[in-house]
Nanobody
Framework: QVQLVESGGGLVQAGGSLRLSCKVSGRTFSSYAMGWFRQAPGKGREFVAAISKSGVIKYYVDSAKGRFTISRDNAKDTVYLQMNSLKPEDTGVYYC???????????????????WGQGTQVTVSS
């Protein structure tokens, strides 16, 4: 079983920055593609960013491009989401997710991910 624990959320003013972390345990971290998803109040969960098991391939939702950076440290079994120039519409619960990556394709749909963290709240005030 894979366990994921997010941290780093909080309250920040618009234009500010936060770095989310997700520590993974239970399996070989370097075999798993990782993703970040978020859920705004009253809305469904949406894809934010994903990274391949090697860290080479990265994908972002259009609204995050140029502002967010996903990265991973396989030696620390941790994936990060650096969020800059935050906007009120970035507010939500951010979830870390993982799936065992068998091919070179990195998936971005919620149903593709097998393991999920408990989420961390990000609130951006205007």
């Amino acid at each position: 079983q894979v366990q994921l624990v997010e941290s780093g959320g909080g309250l920040v003013q618009a234009g500010g920055s936060l770095r989310l972390s997700c520590k993974v345990s239970g399996r070989t971290f370097s075999s798993y593609a990782m993703g970040w998803f978020r859920q705004a109040p009253g809305k469904g969960r949406e894809f934010v960013a994903a990274i391949s098991k090697s860290g080479v391939i990265k994908y972002y939702v259009d609204s995050a491009k140029g502002r967010f950076t996903i990265s991973r440290d396989n030696a620390k079994d941790t994936v990060y989401l650096q969020m800059n120039s935050l906007k009120p519409e970035d507010t939500g619960v951010y979830y870390c997710a993982a799936y065992y990556q068998r091919t070179s394709v990195v998936l971005t749909t919620e149903r593709s991910y097998d393991y999920w963290g408990q989420g961390t709240q990000v609130t951006v005030s205007s």
